[in-house]
């Protein structure tokens, strides 16, 4: 790898010749590097890693906006555990923010408070890392997604999506932990929400409740738990699960797309050193500075505006952060009555049955990667990263499940539908109820149906070529249009992908059917049945035959 | 690292793609055909401007190192506008200022340094892709050898394997060593016995009505038709541990013409002249609920929305609620003032799993 440096380097690069004489700037920059490298071996790491080969896609983007804000939030936390109070001690707040002057309020409010008004760049930090925390929760998701519609938690890399699917929870606690720390009105309102769901669970829950807020909600202790969750608990296991994703990503290479050159045995792209290099720490300044220019210049959660918690007042529209919207969409989605009362105990059906249905749609994101492998049975390694289209079935469920998060989303602001748009709230909540069902199987067929149409015109254009909008007068009198055929490069693109069948039902060794086989064939025949090949050599030269 | 990368190569047009090992594995249902089309290689390299012309080189190096200095420029800015820029106490405006100009300065210097590291790589380092093997994921038949051969040695020298009652005992201790950390948590909670807790309010017979969150008592007299107070036990602000209570305590007191009011017979006396009161707490997730409608008499939860009709018993129309409301049976004490008959008669607040 070393010897190739000197081999994949094109002959005329500016500056690259190398003066015979070391300068001083070089000869320090080899003494340093002897020196750690006989105390390290770090060379060997150099090595592996120096010129590793990153492909290029925006879309590989995602994770690394998801990284870089990552960042952001631990840099910007630091600076806030410097002057935020993790306590619920009374005292009257006496800070700059004149109109809650005098009120009582908890230390950790007002120290929150202090760090808005009292702090010079206080307010900045905290919104820097409101909108970074923010922007990773909806970096993960948007990453996840991606992750999911092309294929790229197939073989060898299951492992490596359910290490991030835990990451995404864990930013979502994070999230909700760091959301109610300054203990004001609306996160204490989501704390009592909380609580409210934790009461309704069978047998354990009271207790849980009692637990966790040392007695009565919200009691003095929620707040300097949840700060060391948020600031040492979660963040570890964070960065520990972090650490893994990035060593399998290292092991695993990252996958590529479909492209003329690029095949599941290479990896084209850019070399780390330097040019990834330079890209990826550049983007991550890039990053940074979005962040901080939104700090400066959005408002994010003003808690002086909302006041400090008090369990009586609630202002009309409350809504928790947006990626918490969908839990609260399935508890206002419940149908009315389903709580009963059964041998002296109570049954809060109308909070355990979201919480069924929540824990049921995050399992299957989890488990999804062994449902597709089981299906199809392919043992093979995966590297390319698949077009959405030439996997239809997979991207008609993804499409199904982003309805179906969507509605509970969307479900969240029911009431805000309804005040905006002049609806009444039974009608918008009705409405939702309808599209917990309806949305996602419309979403499934009408995905179908876009994909099989776009495999359907990626074949006809691989076979026939492009409308050139030529008419040509033929000797005997015919008129034709001409096609445009495709180069090697572009037709590669349109043709290269896996065709899967569905599977025949056979006997095992022992002449029996078994019923696992069974379903995974009714499985895979719901999976492929529609399939469409991608077009073969043969195909085309019929199709030349015929034409001339 | 056991996978070693035999050597990358510059992406050249055309390149042949390389098939570098002979396993297979199981490709399930998948289609394979003969004739599928054969990978074109890659396609030529596109040299870009800066490849081409040394003048548009030389004037990305001019942007890259100006991108520099103005980052320099940024932090610098940042560092002045914290002086510049103090905060006053209630003046809202300086606390957008100092806000703004810090973020400004920190955001270009910031921003400087990565839209200069991208725009260099981008024109100005190399510009082809290369290639880079990929190889397969599990170990070659030698490592995995090897790896088997480690743990039949450990198995062997540690007898672990055959010393059945070494390893059994060990399995337990092990798995009942981290049973003491669940009790420990035990503490988190004290060990009165929530229900009891949650089934006691301040309410009791004589506790006046007091307003949220001033305290003062409330005479019948005042309370105009179709107005609402916001209302806790009198002495409630006075307790240490107000907010717990008040989280259970708080009501809303309405008056309705008596006539709307369809009470249950059992509760004909808890209401005085129209006027009624009902816990303020949600028997949803216990949210306050805070919104009342004057023409229709309802109650409306603003977290999920839960619908509770005053004039019948505050029972639920809409929403994920199911319990109505808790009433508090009232009355006036000698001087005019609205006191409460006794406490609630169920439970305030969410649901639980004790509750009957």
């Given at each position: 790898?070393?010897?190739a440096?000197?081999?994949?380097?094109?002959?005329?690069?500016?500056?690259?010749?190398?003066?015979?004489?070391?300068?001083?700037?070089q000869?320090?920059?080899?003494?340093a590097?002897?020196?750690?490298?006989?105390?390290?071996s770090?060379?060997?790491?150099?090595?592996?890693?120096?010129?590793k080969?990153?492909?290029?896609?925006?879309s590989f983007?995602?994770?690394?906006?998801?990284?870089?804000?990552?960042?952001v939030i631990?840099?910007?936390g630091?600076f806030?555990?410097?002057?935020?109070?993790?306590?619920?001690?009374e005292?009257e707040?006496?800070?700059?923010?004149v109109?809650?002057?005098?009120?009582?309020?908890?230390?950790a409010?007002?120290?929150s408070?202090?760090?808005?008004f009292d702090?010079?760049?206080?307010l900045?930090?905290r919104?820097v890392?409101h909108?970074?925390?923010?922007?990773?929760?909806?970096s993960?998701?948007?990453?996840?997604?991606r992750?999911?519609?092309?294929?790229?938690f197939?073989?060898?890399?299951?492992?490596?999506?359910?290490?991030?699917f835990?990451?995404?929870?864990?930013?979502?606690a994070?999230?909700?932990?760091?959301?109610?720390l300054p203990?004001?009105?609306?996160?204490?309102?989501?704390?009592?929400?909380?609580?409210?769901?934790?009461k309704?669970?069978?047998?354990?829950?009271?207790w849980?409740s009692?637990?966790?807020?040392?007695?009565e909600?919200?009691?003095?202790a929620?707040?300097?738990?949840?700060?060391t969750?948020?600031?040492l608990?979660?963040?570890?296991?964070?960065?520990?699960?972090?650490?893994?994703?990035?060593?399998?990503?290292?092991?695993n290479?990252?996958?590529?797309?479909?492209?003329?050159?690029?095949?599941?045995?290479?990896?084209?792209?850019?070399?780390?050193m330097?040019?990834?290099?330079a890209?990826?720490?550049?983007?991550?300044?890039?990053?940074?500075?979005i962040?901080?220019?939104?700090?400066a210049?959005?408002t994010?959660?003003?808690?002086?505006?909302?006041g400090?918690?008090d369990p009586s007042?609630?202002?009309?529209?409350?809504?928790?952060?947006?990626?918490?919207?969908?839990?609260?969409?399935?508890?206002r989605?419940v149908p009315p009555?389903?709580e009963?009362?059964?041998?002296?105990?109570t049954?809060?059906?109308?909070?355990?049955?979201?919480?069924?249905?929540?824990?049921?749609?995050?399992?299957?994101i989890?488990v999804y990667p062994f449902?597709?492998a089981?299906?199809?049975?392919?043992k093979r390694?995966?590297?390319?990263a698949?077009?959405?289209?030439?996997?239809?079935?997979?991207?008609?469920?993804?499409?199904?499940?982003i309805?179906f998060?969507?509605v509970?989303?969307?479900?969240?602001?029911?009431d805000?539908?309804?005040t905006?748009f002049?609806?009444?709230i039974?009608?918008?909540?009705?409405?939702?109820?309808?599209?917990?069902?309806?949305?996602?199987v419309?979403?499934?067929?009408?995905?179908?149906?876009i994909?099989?149409?776009?495999?359907?015109?990626d074949?006809?254009?691989?076979?026939?070529?492009i409308?050139?909008?030529?008419?040509?007068?033929?000797?005997?009198?015919?008129?034709?249009e001409?096609?445009e055929?495709?180069?090697?490069y572009?037709?590669?693109?349109l043709?290269?992908?896996l065709?899967?069948?569905?599977?025949m039902?056979?006997p095992?060794?022992?002449?029996?059917?078994?019923?696992?086989?069974r379903?995974?064939?009714?499985?895979?025949?719901?999976?492929?049945?529609?399939?469409?090949?991608?077009?073969?050599?043969t195909?085309v030269e019929?199709?030349h035959?015929?034409?001339? | 690292?056991?996978?070693h990368?035999?050597?990358?190569?510059?992406?050249?047009?055309?390149?042949?793609?390389?098939k570098?090992?002979?396993?297979?594995?199981?490709?399930?249902?998948?289609?394979?055909?003969?004739?599928?089309?054969?990978?074109?290689?890659l396609?030529?390299?596109?040299?870009?401007?800066?490849?081409?012309?040394?003048?548009k080189d030389?004037?990305?190096?001019r942007r890259?190192?100006?991108?520099f200095?103005?980052?320099?420029?940024?932090?610098?800015?940042a560092i002045?506008a914290?002086g510049?820029?103090?905060?006053?106490?209630?003046?809202?405006?300086?606390?957008?200022m100092?806000?703004?100009?810090?973020g400004?300065?920190?955001?270009?210097g910031?921003?400087?340094?990565?839209?200069?590291a991208?725009?260099?790589?981008k024109?100005?380092m190399?510009?082809d892709?290369?290639?880079?093997?990929?190889?397969p994921?599990?170990g070659t038949?030698?490592?995995?050898?090897?790896?088997?051969?480690?743990f039949?040695?450990?198995?062997?020298?540690?007898?672990?394997?055959?010393?059945?009652?070494?390893?059994?005992?060990l399995?337990?201790?092990?798995?009942a060593?981290?049973?003491?950390?669940i009790?420990l948590?035990?503490?988190?909670?004290?060990t009165?016995d929530?229900v009891?807790?949650?089934?006691?309010?301040?309410?009791e017979?004589?506790?006046?009505?007091?307003?949220?969150?001033?305290?003062?008592?409330?005479?019948?007299?005042?309370l105009?038709?179709g107005s609402?107070?916001?209302?806790?036990?009198e002495?409630?602000?006075?307790?240490?541990?107000?907010l717990?209570?008040?989280?259970?305590a708080?009501v809303l007191?309405?008056?309705l013409?008596?006539?709307?009011?369809?009470e249950?017979?059992?509760?004909?006396?808890?209401?005085?002249e129209?006027i009624?009161?009902?816990?303020k707490?949600?028997?949803?997730v216990?949210?306050?609920?805070?919104?009342?409608?004057?023409?229709?008499?309802?109650l409306?939860?603003p977290?999920?929305?839960s619908?509770?009709?005053?004039?019948n018993?505050?029972?639920?129309?809409?929403g994920?609620a199911?319990?109505?409301?808790?009433?508090?049976?009232?009355?006036?004490?000698?001087d005019?003032?609205?006191?409460?008959?006794?406490?609630?008669?169920?439970?305030?607040?969410?649901s639980?799993?004790?509750?009957s």
């Open positions: 790898m070393t010897t440096d000197t081999t994949d380097r094109p002959a005329a690069v500016p500056g690259a010749v190398a003066a015979p004489v070391a300068s001083r700037g000869r320090f920059t080899g003494a590097a002897n020196y750690i490298d006989e105390r390290t770090i060379s060997g790491a150099v090595r592996e890693l120096g010129r080969v990153f492909p290029d896609h925006w983007m995602l994770g690394e906006v998801a990284l870089y804000s990552f960042v631990l840099l910007t630091t806030l555990t410097f002057f935020y109070d993790p306590s619920m001690t005292v707040y006496d800070g700059s923010y109109p809650l002057k005098g009120l009582e309020m908890s230390a409010m007002a120290s408070l202090d760090i808005s702090v010079r760049g206080g900045l930090m919104q890392h909108w970074a925390a923010l922007l990773f929760v909806a993960i998701g948007l990453h996840m997604l992750v999911f519609f092309t294929g790229a197939r073989k060898p890399r299951e492992i490596n999506w359910v290490i991030g835990v990451l995404f929870i864990l930013a979502m994070e999230g909700f932990t760091g959301y109610s203990d004001d009105l609306l996160s204490g309102n989501g704390l009592r929400i909380i609580d409210g769901m934790v309704g669970l069978p047998l354990i829950g009271t849980i009692w637990l966790l807020f040392d007695g909600f919200p009691g003095t929620v707040i300097p738990r949840l700060f969750l948020h600031i608990l979660l963040p570890a296991i964070l960065v520990a699960a972090l650490g893994v994703h990035m060593l399998l990503l290292i092991i290479k990252h996958t590529q797309f479909a492209g003329p050159g690029r095949t599941n045995e290479n990896v084209v792209g850019i070399p780390i330097p040019t990834f290099a890209k990826g720490g550049g983007f991550f300044f890039i990053v940074f500075g962040l901080t220019l939104m700090g210049f959005f994010i959660n003003p808690i002086w505006a909302y400090p918690y007042p609630v202002s009309a529209g409350t809504q928790p952060d947006w990626y918490i919207g969908f839990a609260d969409g399935a508890l989605l009555g389903l009963f009362v059964l041998f002296d105990r049954f809060s059906f109308n909070i355990i049955l979201p919480v069924i249905v929540l824990t049921g749609f995050i399992a299957l989890a449902i597709e089981w299906v199809t049975g392919d390694e995966h590297h390319i698949e077009r959405p289209r030439n996997s239809p079935t997979r991207t008609s469920i993804g499409a199904a499940g309805t998060y969507m509970l989303f969307v479900a969240a602001s029911s805000l539908i309804a905006h002049g609806l009444s039974e009608g918008v909540i009705h409405t939702m109820q309808a599209l917990f069902f309806i949305g996602p419309a979403a499934f067929f009408l995905t179908k149906r994909c099989l149409g776009l495999q359907k015109k074949r006809e254009i691989a076979l026939h070529g409308e050139s909008g030529r008419i040509v007068r033929l000797p005997g009198g015919e008129y034709i001409v096609h055929q495709l180069d090697d572009e037709r590669w693109r043709v290269s992908y065709d899967y069948k569905p599977l039902i056979r095992d060794h022992r002449g029996r059917i078994t019923l696992a086989q379903a995974r064939a009714a499985v895979s025949s719901w999976f492929f049945e529609d399939r469409i090949s991608p077009p073969t050599t195909e019929r199709q035959a015929g034409q001339h | 690292m056991a996978q990368d035999t050597g990358e190569t510059p992406a050249v047009a055309g390149s042949a793609v390389e570098s090992e002979p396993r297979r594995d199981h490709p399930g249902t998948a289609v394979e055909v003969s004739d599928a089309f054969v990978n074109p290689g396609p030529p390299h596109r040299p870009r401007v800066t490849d081409l012309d040394p003048k030389a004037q990305a190096e890259v190192y100006t991108l200095y103005i980052s320099i420029i940024g932090s610098v800015l002045a914290y510049a820029f103090p905060l006053e106490e209630g003046n809202m405006s300086s606390v957008r100092n806000n703004a100009f810090l400004l300065g920190i955001a270009l910031l921003l400087g340094i990565g839209v200069g991208v725009y260099w790589a024109t100005l190399r510009g892709e290369i290639v880079e093997l990929r190889h994921t599990r038949d030698t490592t995995r050898a090897r790896a088997v051969e480690v039949t040695l450990g198995n062997e020298e540690s007898g672990i394997g055959r010393r059945t009652l070494i390893r059994n005992t399995i337990g201790a092990l798995i060593t981290p049973l003491p950390a009790v948590f035990r503490d988190l909670g004290p009165s929530p009891e807790a949650l089934e006691t309010t301040l309410w017979k004589n506790v006046r009505l007091v307003q949220d969150p001033t305290g003062a008592p409330i005479r019948a007299s005042d105009t038709l609402v107070v916001h209302v806790i036990p002495g409630l602000n006075e307790l240490a541990h107000k717990e209570e008040k989280a259970k708080a007191l309405m008056r013409k008596p006539e709307d009011l369809n249950l017979p059992e509760r004909e006396s808890w209401s005085y129209g009624v009161a009902y816990s707490i949600c028997t949803h216990g949210c306050p609920v805070a919104l009342y409608e004057q023409q229709t008499h309802h409306l939860c977290c999920h929305q619908t509770f009709d005053v004039t018993h505050c029972e639920v129309i809409f994920p199911k319990r109505p409301l808790p009433q508090l049976p009232i009355t006036v004490d000698a005019g003032y609205l006191i409460a008959q006794s406490g609630f008669h169920e439970p305030v607040g969410p639980y799993w004790e509750r």
